[in-house]
């Protein structure tokens, strides 16, 4: 099992940055890759950053390419998102996730979310 914790959303204005934390704990050995998903009133859950444990390469939604950067820090277990150049539409509540393989494919772990407002 494997437990994950986000802190570090809140209230921001548009042009402005949050920097996003998600502490991961228990079975952390068993972890390939961590990401950033995030859910906006009325829509569906989405991805927003990847970034994998072993080689550290990431990957983007395309709408925060150059805005957001995904990074972790091994030592303390911590994957983070740092939002730059904030805008209206990045308003959702951010979930951190980590995958694991189970043997007959990928388990998702989930974090209880933390919510990102971005004002006008």
């Known amino acids: 099992q494997v437990q994950l914790v986000e802190s570090g959303g809140g209230l921001v204005q548009a042009g402005g940055s949050l920097r996003l934390s998600c502490a991961a704990s228990g079975s952390i050995f068993s972890i390939s890759a961590m990401g950033w998903y995030r859910q906006a009133p009325g829509k569906q859950r989405e991805l927003v950053a990847t970034i994998t444990t072993g080689s550290g390469s990431t990957n983007y939604e395309d709408s925060v390419k150059g805005r957001f950067t995904i990074s972790r820090d091994n030592a303390k277990n911590t994957v983070y998102l740092q939002m730059n150049s904030l805008k209206p539409e990045d308003t959702a509540v951010y979930y951190c996730?980590?995958?694991?393989?189970?043997?007959?494919?990928?388990?998702?772990?989930w974090g209880k979310g933390t919510l990102v407002t971005v004002s006008s």
């Open positions: 996730n980590a995958m694991a393989p189970d043997g007959s494919g990928l388990r998702h772990y």
